[in-house]
């Protein structure tokens, strides 16, 4: 059954911004003074959501082009069960998701898709960074955009 990722307003720069600075203290260990009010945000969790359906979903998903063979469609399903089961934790428990969606990010970015020219997971992060924050301030200067 294919993760489908409901319509939605893109991320603005500010959410992509809070998103990976949340993701990058905690991998650098120096989360702890911001997480108590970091878990207790519920809109955190759901920008951590978008944010691993955007790193997530590209990855895993059958490319409509190339002939799907049995491990592109366990890949796929696999990126399924994951972004499933982070949007249940959001919706769910928003107050303990935004941990735990951010250390699935981090392991997702460590153990699946390292960077040949990025070997420091920090460095990883930053590319993903400074790609979505292109995407979030291409879609606001867009005519007709939402300001």
Not at 104 to 112: D, E, G, L, P, T
């Amino acid at each position: 059954m294919p993760y489908l990722i409901p319509s939605r307003t893109p991320l603005t720069p500010g959410q992509v911004e809070r998103g990976f600075d949340y993701l990058q203290a905690l991998q650098m260990g120096s989360v702890a003074p911001v997480a108590g009010r970091a878990e207790a945000d519920p809109e955190l969790a759901l920008v951590l959501l978008r944010l691993a359906e955007d790193i997530v979903w590209p990855v895993t998903a059958v490319d409509g082009e190339a002939d799907p063979c049995a491990d592109s469609l366990a890949l796929d399903e696999v990126g399924c069960v994951l972004l499933s089961a982070l949007r249940d934790w959001a919706r769910n428990s928003p107050s303990t998701a935004v941990l735990g969606i951010s250390r699935s990010i981090i392991r997702f970015a460590v153990n699946v898709i390292p960077d040949p020219d990025h070997a420091d997971t920090a460095d990883t992060l930053e590319t993903m960074r400074d790609e979505r924050l292109v995407v979030a301030h291409a879609v606001r200067s867009a005519p007709g955009a939402h300001r």
